[in-house]
């Protein structure tokens, strides 16, 4: 994938991962849009980086997300790229917490539906322009998962199946699908305590970049390398490996 002239969307950008892809996308000459539920931290992202093109958007509900589309409809009508980024997580104990179910519904929302239906909605506009591609970012976590986190785990396997199968489907087409697996990453969605294996968050985009440069389809960052080849040989012990982070 060429990393240089692309309008991109990416959501979620107004932080972590997102923010620092943003900042590397803009510096090699790409045209940038980002998305996110704070307009607080919309601004600050805009602040550090003027040249950004931000929306707020809770993509958790279908009508925010549609009035998303129809304004990239009618303003980047060059959008060729999509990044679902944006994610969230809920660490709880599943049975006795009383908001689960309301809980489950909008990390399904985040997680997986809307860029099911970003792409869906998004998939004639990127199409028609050079160089199209989506870009869904996952987890090692789908390789084994963790228990504190009872929905995400599943939100991004599915968001990991659901790839698979779109890049098969469009095998003929000239839209490239890729995924990115990142390992625990040092960013504000740890709320201050990553886990002492977390890697720079630069680094993380780095490692990134890199692979969407070399074509990889599947990009398994750092640590998420390690944990798929683990499973892969012996997933009982991958499974109590990340069960035992600190
Ligand atoms: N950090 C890690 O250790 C790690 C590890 C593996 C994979 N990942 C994946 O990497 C991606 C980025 O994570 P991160 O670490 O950069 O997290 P982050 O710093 O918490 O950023 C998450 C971004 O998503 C946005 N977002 C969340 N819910 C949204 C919604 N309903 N509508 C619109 N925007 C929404 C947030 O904006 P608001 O706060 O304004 O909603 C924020 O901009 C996620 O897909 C995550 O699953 C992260």
Redesign the pocket.
């Known amino acids: 994938m060429k990393i240089k002239n692309n309008t991109v969307l990416i959501?979620?950008?107004?932080?972590?991962?997102?923010?620092e892809l943003s900042k590397v996308m803009i510096q090699n000459g790409n045209k940038v849009i980002i998305?996110?539920?704070?307009n607080e931290?919309?601004l600050a992202a805009k602040k550090a980086e003027p040249k950004l093109i931000t929306y707020q958007?809770?993509?958790?509900k279908t009508s925010e997300c549609e009035e998303l589309v129809d304004k990239i409809k009618i303003n980047h009508p060059k959008l060729n790229i999509i990044v679902n980024?944006?994610?969230?997580?809920n660490k709880i104990d599943f049975l006795n917490d009383e908001k689960a179910l309301e809980l489950a519904e909008n990390e399904y929302q985040?997680?997986l539906l809307?860029p099911i239906r970003l792409i869906k909605l998004l998939y004639n506009t990127i199409s028609a322009n050079e160089s199209p591609a989506i870009i869904n970012?996952?987890?090692?976590?789908i390789f084994a998962p963790r228990v504190i986190y009872p929905f995400y785990n599943s939100s991004?396997s599915a968001l990991h199946s659901f790839t698979q199968t779109l890049r098969i489907y469009l095998k003929n087409e000239k839209t490239e699908v890729f995924e990115v697996m990142?390992?625990?990453?040092n960013?504000?969605?740890?709320k201050g305590t990553?886990p002492k294996i977390?890697i720079r968050v630069e680094e993380a985009v780095s490692q990134m970049i890199k692979g969407l440069e070399k074509g990889e389809s599947e990009i398994r960052v750092g640590g998420a390398k390690i944990l798929y080849l683990m499973s892969r040989v012996a997933p009982g012990f991958a499974l109590r490996k990340v069960n035992s982070i600190k």
């Open positions: 959501t979620g950008g107004s932080s972590g991962i997102g923010f998305c996110g539920k704070s931290k919309l958007c809770d993509l958790a980024n944006a994610a969230i997580v985040t997680n809307a970012i996952t987890s090692g976590l991004k990142f390992p625990a990453v960013t504000p969605w740890h990553p977390a």
